[in-house]
DNA sequence: ATAGTAGCCTAA
DNA sequence: TAAGTTAGGCTACTAT
């Protein structure tokens, strides 16, 4: 085990005399005297598999009286064998002999039997935790005198010891042993120089510098601020700048104060796919053995390997695994990823929206430009490189990241690794092992079916939550809405839903009928007067922990004591409510359908339930002031309009049907009145949005749900255009206002005043590109991309940014897509019709539509949708503009100019007011040079100086398109100038 | 032209 | 080996 005392000093502990186990369900008639033949039998049936490996793999073999989690049984113990072997990757070998099935002489008459296990895939770091246990994060106290100090170290740790397993205590994350341990966090950030025009290749581009921040946890100022560089480096105020000559003395050196440093934590951002891998890759390739040594082992290598995560709610993701003794890593991007849906992951995107700050984004074909030029080109690099260290420790301080992450752990009992590394149902297994523990139950080991697949092609396991029919249009009154607090937990607590309560259909009918309960989806559980589930009573700890977090966190005045609680109910929130996908999870490790399917019929009868009697009660002939309509409600909620305009009526209204329907419910069901939406548009289901009112005051703010404005998939211009059409119809009242709003932005669009950054529309790019049964536009560049540069290209998990690129008439999206960047810089035409008529016109319409009954016309026809003259390519080739001959026109009124000799820039007509015509095109230059200038002058703000070249190119940034464009018109509006005699 | 559906992303 | 769930709107592609 590694930690770090409350002091700061590192702690390497060689825990001792713990072995790893499993149990496998043996015959009652299993006698104690079968043990050492089953022993023996199963060992040579190891060592067979194991290539005939000699030696004792199988320890021991005992016996034990204990339960299966799965299924209600009256027979309250039973027996199993505990196999102990000598290694922990020995279990998964025994464990398939026993499940394929095997003889042992003297056992059912040496019949081959199979041997159901439990336990059995649970490893052995996660198994000694449970058992002791510990939880990720947590404190861990060596008694006096229960252990010795190693003389001679085997760990750079500062404190080294041995003690037994049972000696260390273990202390629940309360009072005193809540606080966070002072860990040291080291943030790194690289730059190396690619060859011109290449993504930088460990095995021939050089590491040139090296930035590293050490922050101590719950300081807000580092300890260490430094970077490492290839050749010289002017001084740079408030960082150490070690210069080197040779790449391999870099190296070497940061290596060394890497291992003296010893840190806890290493961070940065995408260090675990580009940082690491490129400097064990370079180390390797130049032969610098004594580099990859990054553990705390003494000697002991880091270990690089390809692994894939893929889930369905996490996405697919390759990365490079990197075995580092007694250091997390912790890449500030995996965990910004698996939090937050953005449209953009690059580390400016993510600071901007975080920190409220660009960074510069130097593209890496600049980066061997400064590298090659002087020491104060280099410094400028190293500044660059120091804020990339320094954005991902400002991120995980921001993001209360370790306080956070910590309790996750603590509440669910993994490593602080596994939150980043693993999927959701490790944290439910962690807990439902401990639990069961206490209860002298075994987990089965589920068996994964062969064959064909379990599920239905496409299809789904089991029927979800109900969506009641959204009764579309637009609402001036008041809707209240009543939700179901924690719903799926709180149906599995009212009806002890568990593998433990879940009665085999043919045993129900041995019950009383007392005993137990039946859900809507036929499934039957035994009350919890008969017996409690072990899942029910996971989720009221959770609850209940979470309600005491809740509590403390309101008394709490100490900023960091805040975080800490603010941490801990947001993990006990989720946690809870991960039980349910846990049992659901057809791949997962104990999936139990018929929990999930009863939860979510349970679920479904109650919303209708609830409809019903709002419905019937809330009438006219009850009196009321109108009759109640549940014109929509999902899974766990129903919005109700109890025509009344008054909205302090509505939230009275609200309170009480809640209370009403509460009633009818089981606990702790608890319906809860939760907002009034005021007023509120309805668009289908899933759709809507309305101001949300929770007192009768002011309205909290406008919510809007499923449309455009809250789909990453959709270009700022519609989210923005939707955002606004939405705030003046709601907010303002101002329908005339909307409509003027959207004409002139429609005008702008199709002038092509818009400028690029308010275009690009991204999306995932979800799975292997040969695995795409259709062609879609952001794949289709992404393959262009590869073509061009495959260095860079997107990768599987990556977000792709693209537009929408003038092309052949019939032309598909997928031939028109183009990377903005690209487009830019080739000056490939916006289709702004495709804009209007693919993105914006369907939105606008489903939102007008229910309040205006000429929408279509008001809208989309008219003096503003006319559209500038734009060059249109005649043949496709990849959408580059072909200019056929260039001929030049008046300034004035764009007549071609047939008689070259009287002037280059007026026609006859307009060559009379010539003095004018110069003005103006002098004016457009001075406004534009002027627009250029602002928007340089906040482009060398942002990169932190105003003495030096703005290099930054960033794909996230709309002053960079701003300033491209500006760049662009200026470059025009002077070669028209030029065109004047003067 | 139209119907069906893959793929994306969201609600809950 | 490990990977939370289903429902549903919407766009664009593709087969008919």
């Known amino acids: 085990m590694f930690g770090v005392t409350k002091e700061g000093h590192s702690v390497c502990a060689h825990v001792h005399g713990f072995e790893p186990y499993f149990y496998a369900s043996v015959p009652e008639n299993f006698g104690e005297a079968d043990c050492a033949a089953f022993r023996r039998r199963l060992n040579e049936e190891v060592s067979a598999a194991r290539k005939n490996a ?49 003889s042992v002489p003297g056992v059912r008459d040496g ?37 010795t100090v190693r003389a001679k170290k085997a760990s750079h740790c500062q404190i080294e010891v041995d003690i037994m397993y049972d000696k260390l ?109 490129y400097l064990l890759e370079r180390a390797e390739k130049l032969g610098v053995a004594d580099f990859p040594y990054w553990g705390r082992l003494i000697g002991t290598k880091v270990r690089m390997r390809d692994t894939v995560f893929s889930s369905k709610a996490y996405g697919t993701h390759e990365s490079k695994e990197i075995s580092c003794e007694g250091r997390v890593q912790f890449d500030m991007l995996r965990a910004i990823q698996r939090d937050y849906k953005l449209s953009s992951y690059s580390l400016n995107a993510v600071s901007a929206h975080f920190l409220g700050e660009q960074k510069e984004d130097v593209h890496y074909s600049a980066i061997s430009e400064l590298q090659n030029g002087t020491p104060e080109t280099r410094r400028r690099l190293a500044v660059y490189c120091l804020k990339d260290a320094y954005l991902p420790q400002r991120l995980l301080d921001k993001l209360m990241y370790m306080y956070n992450y910590i309790e996750m752990a603590r509440v669910t009992g993994v490593p602080l690794n596994y939150l980043l590394t693993r999927g959701q149902s490790i944290k439910v297994m962690s807990q439902l092992l401990r639990k069961a523990r206490q209860r002298n139950m075994l987990i089965p080991h589920h068996v994964k079916q062969g064959g064909g697949n379990v599920q239905a092609e496409g299809g789904v396991a089991y029927e979800g939550a109900t969506v009641l029919d959204a009764k579309a249009g637009y609402y001036e009154m008041p809707i209240a809405t009543l939700d179901f607090a924690s719903l799926y937990p709180s149906i599995m607590m009212a009806h002890n839903l568990c593998y433990s309560t879940l009665v085999p259909k043919d045993k129900v009918g041995k019950l009383n009928p007392d005993d137990y309960g039946t859900s809507p989806s036929g499934d039957t559980f035994v009350k919890a007067s ?70 979510t019929a349970y679920g479904r009868t109650m919303i209708d339930h609830t409809k019903k009697m709002v419905e019937e009660k809330y009438r006219t002939v009850n009196g009321y002031t109108g009759n109640a309509e549940v014109i929509y409600g999902d899974t766990d909620s129903v919005m109700i309009k109890f025509n009344t305009p ?39 289901k899933k759709r809507y949005a309305g101001l949300l009112w929770t007192n009768t005051e002011n309205y909290d703010k406008m919510d809007t749900k499923g449309i455009e404005t809250v789909r990453r998939d959709n270009c700022l211009l519609v989210r923005q255009v939707i955002e606004t059409v939405l ?109 209007l008529d693919h993105y914006l016109t369907k939105p606008l319409l489903r939102i007008f539509e229910p309040i205006l009954h000429n929408a279509q016309s008001v809208l989309l026809h008219g003096e503003h949708t006319r559209r500038i003259a734009q060059p249109t390519p005649t043949a496709k080739a990849g959408g580059i503009m072909q200019f056929a001959k260039i001929r030049l026109s008046c300034i004035g009124c764009r007549a071609p100019i047939s008689d070259e000799k009287m002037s280059k820039s007026l026609c006859k007509n307009c060559l009379n007011d010539e003095s004018q015509h110069l003005r103006k095109a002098l004016a457009s230059v001075n406004n534009l040079e002027g627009d250029f200038n602002r928007l340089w002058t906040q482009c060398q703000r942002c990169q932190g100086s105003l003495h030096q070249d703005v290099l930054c190119t960033s794909r996230d940034c709309p002053i960079f398109y701003r300033r491209k464009k500006v760049q662009k018109d200026l470059t025009e509006a002077t070669a028209q100038l030029r065109r004047f005699d003067w």
């Not at 719950?218 to 150490?240: E, F, H, M, Y």
């Open 54 to 102: 000699p030696g004792v793999h199988v320890v021991d073999v005992s016996l034990e009286r204990k339960q299966s989690l799965m299924h209600y049984s009256d027979v309250k113990d039973r027996l199993f064998a505990k196999i102990t072997m000598g290694l922990p990757n020995m279990v998964s070998a025994a464990r398939g002999i026993l499940e394929k099935g095997f």
């Open 111 to 147: 019949a081959f039997t199979t041997y159901p296990t439990f336990e059995s895939n649970i490893v052995y770091a996660l198994r000694f935790m449970v058992d002791c246990a510990v939880v990720g994060g947590n404190w861990i106290e060596f008694p006096v005198n229960s252990y």
């Open 169 to 277: 205590i273990s202390h629940p994350a309360e009072g005193e042993y809540s606080k966070l341990a002072p860990f040291r966090i080291l943030s790194v950030d690289i730059e190396c120089a690619g060859r011109k025009g290449h993504f930088p290749d460990a095995q021939l581009d050089p590491v040139i510098q090296i930035a590293t921040l050490v922050t101590e946890q719950g300081s807000d100022k580092p300890i260490i601020r430094a970077v490492w560089t290839l050749d010289t480096c002017a001084p740079i105020v408030g960082a150490d700048v070690l210069s080197f000559k040779d790449e391999r003395e870099l190296l070497r050196n940061w290596g060394n104060f890497l291992r003296g440093c010893d840190p806890d934590l290493l961070i940065g951002y995408n260090i675990v796919n580009f940082d690491f891998p």
């Open 530 to 599: 008969k017996v409690k589930g072990i899942l029910p009573e996971i989720l009221e700890e959770l609850l209940g922990a979470r309600k005491r977090a809740k509590a403390d966190l309101k008394k709490a005045t100490d900023p960091l004591q805040k975080a800490v609680l603010d941490g801990r109910q947001l993990a006990l929130k989720v946690s809870a409510n991960s039980v349910y996908g846990f049992t659901g999870a057809m791949v997962g490790q104990l999936p139990c359908l018929e929990i999930s399917s009863s939860t």
């Open 646 to 684: 008054d909205l302090a009526e509505s939230m009275k209204l609200g309170e009480e049907a809640a209370v009403y329907v509460s009633e009818t419910f089981l606990k702790p069901i608890k319906l809860e009145f939760e907002k009034v939406y005021w007023p509120y548009l309805l668009i289908s």
């Open 727 to 835: 705030e003046k119809i709601l907010k303002q009242r101002d329908v005339q206002g909307a409509v003027k709003y959207v004409q002139s932005t429609i005008a702008d669009l199709l002038m092509n005043r818009l400028d690029f950054s308010q275009l690009v529309i991204t999306k995932g790019f979800t799975k292997e590109a040969d695995s795409y049964g259709v062609k879609m536009a952001h794949i289709e560049l992404a393959q262009r991309m590869r073509q061009r540069d495959p260095a860079t290209a997107p990768v599987v998990g990556d977000r792709i940014a693209y537009v929408i690129i003038k092309a052949a008439k019939n032309a598909k999206a997928y031939e028109k897509s183009e990377d903005p960047i690209f487009a830019l810089d080739n000056n490939l035409p916006i289709d702004t019709k495709h804009y």
